[in-house]
């Protein structure tokens, strides 16, 4: 595990640990702020009224049913919103002084997901407001083997799409407050694992075997070799044969390591699954 990595996962424990600590048991710190849709769940009471309490589900077109008030249009109103409309509604045809309760029960209409590199992708209920760091905490935080971008991709009401890339390093290790981006409803927020792939290295070296490798590192000859222990004394360095799967068929490349070793030919970039062997010296 990197530091990177360490840091990373201790900041998202921290922030979980804070964010639980400010949730009260029957609404979230960010209840007062978020706006009831389609799906929500509430509960609705009326004070010395217990006729009038009732648990309901706001429908498709973003309206529930009452006794007594009928049909009432509920979405895009906080849920102090809620209660101060069904409060006017019942003091203009049945009650002085209406005392209205709203609890939301259940948070159904906005909702945003993560996937990849966190321990548990999924979909996660969009409590008033959410930052990116907060999604991540509430996902468990990063895995080990995350890239170094985040990418958020947003749908506006319009239809229309973009893509937001963060930089996790800056987000994670410089605390840049910019790339805490606050979420909106239907993000899709995708934390890209770096894929790993293997070279093989056999031959004259220390330690012959596979060498794994992330995709996109720029592993090299040199650092291939490196990793597999060096050359043992009897390494013919300037001889070093690759082969590699070129459309189904095998491709040999022969490469003079002492050239790359003395500064006159760049080093030898690999791909997935080449496989190098180091001949032993006739010397």
Known sequence: MTFRHVVAIV???????????QIPNNASAGDEGYVIGA???IE???????ELNITTRVSEDG????????????????????EEKLAQLLEKSYLKNAQVTVFIKEYESKM?????????PGNYKLLGTMSLMQLLS????????TGHQIIVIRTFPSGKTASISIDLDELMLQGNPKLNIPLMANDIVNVPVERTYDVFVFGQVEKPGSIQMKRGSGMTLMKAIAQAGGFTQRARRGSVIITRNVDG????????????????QKDFVLEPDDVIFVPESLL
């Not at 068929?249 to 006159?264: A, C, D, M, T, Y």
């Open 138 to 145: 509430r996902a468990g935080g990063l895995t080990e083997n």
């Open 63 to 82: 309206t529930i049913a009452l006794p007594l008030l009928g049909v009432i249009k509920v979405e895009g109103l906080t849920r102090r919103g809620v």
């Open 112 to 120: 945003v997901s993560v996937m990849g590199g966190v321990k548990n």
């Open 44 to 50: 609705i009471k009326v004070f010395e009224v217990p």
């Open 39 to 41: 799906q929500d769940l």
């Open 249 to 264: 068929k095998e491709k040999k490349i022969k490469v003079n390591l002492k050239k790359i070793l003395r500064g006159k």
């Open 11 to 21: 900041a998202g424990l921290m922030i979980f640990q804070l964010s639980i600590a």
